[in-house]
């Protein structure tokens, strides 16, 4: 995914909490994008980081540090429906390169 | 507001025939890019359409192609097609408030093209 690296895949129990990494190139970097797929859906929008520091919306939140050019999204109080690839995605020279993803099953 | 809308959304083509995707961005979206998503490599970036220019462009041979008209809608063609070409193809719109690097883009549903 051109240089934007994500685990493949990952498991957790309902309930719980699970953090989903994301680095990339920090050459050109701009914002970092994270979308939601659940499988034969489109991505969907789920947050956006441009500046350092942790954005929380509800149950989900993401972290970006430029410097290190890393990023997470954080699910909490997962549930059954949170099963999808959760897509990492930068913003590079006007463009949005997206990592290959990373699929997540939640587990009863 | 209607969501972005692809047609059609599955297609079989046999290899050396071309194709026409179709794509309908939000209304009062000016932006639409193409995406090609494959199991193995992802999303990848084909292009963006601007008021009608090419205005971003992918590493993709130039078999790929597309269009956008003053309504905003757009169409991708792809020539003398090729086994490879089997993916999800999809389109997404932004508003363009003058930054791409913050304008979340809205993803079609996708056609799902399958090369014999």
């Known amino acids: 995914g051109q240089n934007i690296d994500q685990p493949t895949e990952m498991t957790a129990t309902e309930g719980a909490i699970v953090q989903i990494n994301c680095t990339y190139q920090?050459?050109?970097?701009?914002?970092l994008f994270w979308y939601q797929q659940h499988a034969g859906e489109a991505p969907t929008f789920l947050s956006y980081?441009?500046?350092?520091g942790l954005e929380e919306k509800g149950r989900f939140s993401s972290f970006l540090s430029r410097s290190k050019g890393y990023s997470y999204l954080l699910l909490k109080e997962l549930q059954m429906k949170d099963s999808a690839s959760y897509l990492c995605?930068?913003?590079?020279?006007?463009?949005?390169?997206f990592g290959t993803g990373t699929r997540l099953q939640v587990f009863p | 507001k209607a969501g972005v809308t692809q047609t059609p959304r599955y297609l079989i083509k046999t290899r050396g025939q071309q194709v026409t995707l179709s794509c309908s961005p939000i209304?009062?979206?000016?932006?639409v890019s193409w995406y090609q998503q494959t199991p193995g490599q992802g999303l990848q970036f084909l292009f963006e359409?601007?008021?009608?220019?090419?205005?971003n462009k992918g590493n993709f041979p130039g078999r790929f192609s597309g269009r956008q008209f003053s309504n905003s809608r757009s169409e991708m063609n792809v020539s003398t097609l090729e086994l490879g070409d089997s993916a999800l193809y999809l389109c997404?719109?932004?508003?363009?408030?003058?930054?791409?690097?913050?304008?979340?883009?809205?993803f079609g549903p996708g056609t799902r093209l399958t090369v014999l």
């Open positions: 980081n441009v500046l350092d």
């Open positions: 359409y601007f008021s009608e220019t090419q205005r």
């Open positions: 997404a719109s932004s508003p363009n408030r003058g930054d791409p690097s913050t304008d979340t883009q809205y």
């Open positions: 920090t050459s050109g970097f701009n914002g």
């Open positions: 209304s009062g979206h000016r932006s």
């Open positions: 995605a930068a913003t590079r020279s006007d463009k949005l390169i």
